[in-house]
């Protein structure tokens, strides 16, 4: 059985309003990581990261839900992959091709949730 919360009108603007600050935080730091030279502090990052992980139990049970669990997961994927592939980097080239490919894949995740967000449809499980 699938229960949604009932919430109320201001609650749900709160969540979206940190669902859009979180998603443009994410957004400049995969501008950042996608373009050579171009690095976005990884504080704001930090930032986002946590604030998705502080607000996500306000969430629960909201079609919002899925988007705290979309951010969260994008980031996790994303550092597990830079991490996975850290030897590369001793190569350059490959390196600087993985680095690049899960940023774009990063940037995706990113300018998909916010497009949904922005619509208020929630994000595929």
Known sequence: MNDIVEVTDERARSLKN??????LL???????AALPGVQASIVLLIVAFVLDMVKRD???GTWQESHFRWRIRSVLWAGGLYLVTLPLYLLII???????????????RIIRGWLNLSNGTPMPA
Request: zero cysteines; aromatic letters at 20%.
């Open 58 to 60: 306000e969430a629960r």
């Open 94 to 108: 490959p390196g600087l091709v993985a680095w690049w490919l899960i940023s774009i894949w990063f940037l995706y």
């Open 18 to 23: 940190i669902g859009h600050v979180s998603y």
């Open 26 to 32: 994410h957004l400049v730091v995969a501008i950042g």
